[in-house]
């Protein structure tokens, strides 16, 4: 797995309507999961909602708080928490004491690679303000109806590429595949991002995909590689 960007923070001049957004995608992956999957998300959300500090990235909750909380035994809190700790979507920032409860804060950068392939679930829109790449004109007049149109033009090798990914999978073309673009380096060919979290997503989730496509539509590759702006 390729080294992660900078950690996401929830603060700043857009934080509100991040953190909606945070508890947003962790609610349509719950709803995707199994039973198991959706009991772990809604506990995360329930902590979040009820004690996270979003400002100073810490949640300060002893065992026995957390399991009323939770409405489960203490040993079961614990069980629960290894499964975050796991995921990486609870990171522990000092470890319990005596007279003193566990700190932990939110690993935003896992939380986002695992629920970043139920985001089309939400809309385009959602997708594109998650990746980066901006939002909808304020202009734009308002629809019900999501398209994800075919790219445009079929000539050059990458809008080869581009129309196989489309035709294989449609939500997750428009999700992480058509802002990119591209252009080929002798055999590799290599794949502009539009933001630095986006190209770590597809290096550590589609970069498979992206090859077998880019070869077999252009043959023989050395490589495709993603990069970010900058």
């Not at 026995?64 to 920032?93: H, T």
């Not at 998650?130 to 202009?139: K, L």
């Not at 502009?192 to 498979?208: G, I, M, Q, V």
């Amino acid at each position: 797995m390729q080294k992660a960007g900078p950690e996401r923070r929830a603060t700043g001049r857009n934080a509100a309507s991040m953190k909606y957004d945070i508890l947003s995608a962790l609610g349509v992956h719950g709803c995707a999961g199994d039973k198991h999957r959706q009991k772990l998300v809604l506990r995360l959300i329930t902590l979040i909602v009820a004690r996270y500090n979003w400002i100073a990235d810490e949640i300060m909750v002893g065992q026995r708080e957390m399991a009323e909380l939770w409405g489960i035994d203490e040993r079961s809190v614990k069980r629960e928490i290894a499964k975050l700790r796991e995921l990486g979507w609870l990171v522990q920032k000092r470890a319990a004491a005596r007279g003193r409860v566990a700190v932990h804060g939110l690993g935003l950068n896992r939380i986002l690679e695992g629920t970043g392939p139920d985001w089309p679930r939400i809309g385009p829109d959602f997708v594109a303000r998650m990746t980066g790449q901006g939002a909808p004109a304020p202009d734009a007049a308002p629809s019900n109806v999501i398209s994800f149109p075919l790219p445009s033009g079929e000539e050059g090798s990458w809008s080869r590429i581009q129309a196989m990914l489309h035709r294989e999978d449609p939500h997750l073309y428009a999700a992480w595949f058509a802002a990119l673009t591209a252009e080929q380096v002798g055999d590799s060919l290599r794949l502009l991002a539009p933001s630095r979290f986006h190209a770590d997503y597809l290096r550590s989730n589609h970069l498979l995909r992206l090859e077998r496509t880019a070869r077999a539509c252009l043959g023989q590759l050395a490589r495709v590689e993603v990069v970010a702006p900058g």
